[in-house]
Structure formats: C-alpha cells, structure tokens
C-alpha cells in the first residue's frame, strides 16, 4: 500500500504582543504597565517607553492608538520603513467603530452646539487602523478588517495561512484590536513561513488567554 504524504507546509507564529489591564506583555513577558490611569494616558506613556517616532499618533483614535501600539511593536526592530514590505494585515474586533461613533454622534446631536469634527468622523470606520499601519511601515498588500462577537481563532488561522499557502503575502500580521469605553484589549501577532511556534487554532487560542 503507497503511503501519502501531506507537503503542506506549517506556517509559525515569529512574534505576538497582548496590550490589556493597562500593561503590555511580548512573547509572553510583561515589558510595561502603567496602572489606575486613563487609556489615553497609558497609551501615550507606552508610545514614549518604547521609543516610537510617529507624530500622527497622538491625533488618532483610541482604537488606531491601541491596533498602532501594538503592531509597532512587533513591526519596529524587523521591517524597513523605507522599503515596500510584503505583509498582510488582517485584524478583527466587536465593536467596530463604535466609540469613536458615539462621540462622533454626540458632536451632531445637540442643534443649538452643531459641530461635526472631521478629526474625529474621518475614524468612524474601523480599519482605518489598518491603515494607519500600512501608511507607516509602507505596506501595501492584502489587508481586511472583520467584526466578530467574540475572537475567532479558527477564522483568524484559516485566512492568514490561505494567505502565506497561496504565496499572496510573505508574511501575515494578525490582530483582535478591541476598544469601547476605556475597556481594551489586543492580541496582535506575526505569522510567517518559518518558525519554532506552530500556527493553528491551539496556539492561536492558548497565546489569546
């Protein structure tokens, strides 16, 4: 009887980061935290700790700020800004838009104070995050933003290996980027085609929690 074997190569995990409870944890070790603080200014006390160069920063939303944390983070000391790099970008979370929608609505309830803010409208849409990213470190592959009710590891793996399999990417940066209300949390790793740390659903789940 012939033996069959599947040649489809693994894909691995190189790099995650999970930024929540106002502390900052890279493969694994906690590298930052700043309690009993507003996100606002947690998030702007992790820009200087980690020594980020990027002014547009400060005029983005709460939800751009926390996806560009921690993308910057794994993107920072591998990629040349000053080169196209051929990374993917699919990230994903609940709430969309929408605290960034509520102040944006807010802004154009009240007749008598109408003041619509093209600050703050131009990140009523969610993946603007994305591109955000794609802008700072020159990205200009595939990129997709998905809104889940609660993190999806199975859809999550599938994608980012259709992607690397298909050779669309060379490399796939994948994040759950979630923010309403001053509650937040992201998970944001790298997956590439080499590798210790196997890419699948179990490791995807295990590094989330």
């Not at 994903?92 to 154009?108: E, H």
């Not at 859809?155 to 050779?167: G, I, K, Q, R, V």
């Not at 994948?174 to 740390?197: H, I, P, T």
Request: proline share 2%; with cysteine; net charge negative.
């Amino acid at each position: 009887m012939k033996k069959y074997i599947d040649l489809k190569a693994n894909n691995y995990i190189s790099n995650y980061c999970v930024i929540e409870n106002n502390s900052i944890r890279i493969d694994g070790e906690k590298q930052f935290e700043l309690e009993n603080t507003s996100f606002s200014e947690f998030a702007k006390m992790a820009y200087k700790h980690f020594g980020m160069e990027y002014p547009k920063f400060f005029k983005m939303d709460n939800l751009s700020k926390l996806a560009f944390l921690a993308s910057e983070i794994i993107l920072n000391k591998m990629v040349n800004s000053e080169e196209e790099n051929d990374i993917a970008l699919v990230f994903a979370n609940r709430s969309s838009s929408l605290d960034t929608d509520v102040k944006y609505q807010a802004s154009i309830t009240d007749k008598e104070a109408y003041f619509p803010s093209p600050s703050v409208f131009v990140y009523t849409l969610p993946n603007i995050c994305i591109g955000e990213i794609s802008i700072k470190h020159k990205l200009q592959s595939e990129n997709a933003f998905f809104v889940f009710e609660d993190f999806n590891a199975v859809f999550m793996s599938n994608y980012a290996n259709s992607l690397l399999d298909s050779n669309k990417a060379e490399k796939v940066l994948c994040g759950w980027v979630e923010y309403y209300n001053e509650n937040f949390k992201a998970f944001v790793y790298l997956v590439e085609k080499q590798g210790e740390l196997i890419h699948n659903e179990q490791t995807i789940t295990t590094l989330y929690n």
